[in-house]
């Protein structure tokens, strides 16, 4: 198993910019691909981007494609989350997953363990 804790949320205006840390204890980090997702209140959870195990390839949803970037560092046990350009429609409770299983994925079902989430709210 592995243990997710989310750092870094705030509150930041419209423009500005935040790092998202994920820190990650118990089986070796570098076995997992990891995801970030995020549930903006009244909506359903959505994926925003991920990472392979060697962080050699990324994914990102079309609406932070350009503007937030995630990256890896295994020696550290942490997946990072640089969210630029950040716009009202950002605000939500931002999640880092975890998945076993090979292969890509932006489906939450895939991903088996979850942080608690770390809030950000984009004011404009």
């Known amino acids: 198993q592995v243990q997710l804790v989310e750092s870094g949320g705030g509150l930041v205006q419209a423009g500005g910019s935040l790092r998202l840390s994920c820190a990650a204890s118990g089986r070796p980090f570098g076995s997992y691909r990891m995801g970030w997702f995020r549930r903006a209140p009244g909506k359903e959870r959505e994926f925003v981007a991920a990472?392979?195990?060697?962080?050699?390839?990324?994914y990102y949803a079309d609406s932070v494609k350009g503007r937030f970037t995630i990256s890896r560092d295994n020696a550290k046990n942490t997946v990072y989350l640089q969210m630029n350009s950040l716009k009202p429609e950002d605000t939500a409770v931002y999640y880092c997953a975890a998945k076993e299983t090979p292969g890509h994925s932006d489906l939450a079902p895939a991903y088996g363990y979850w942080g608690q989430g770390t809030q950000v709210t984009v004011s404009s």
């Open positions: 990472i392979s195990r060697s962080g050699t390839t990324t």
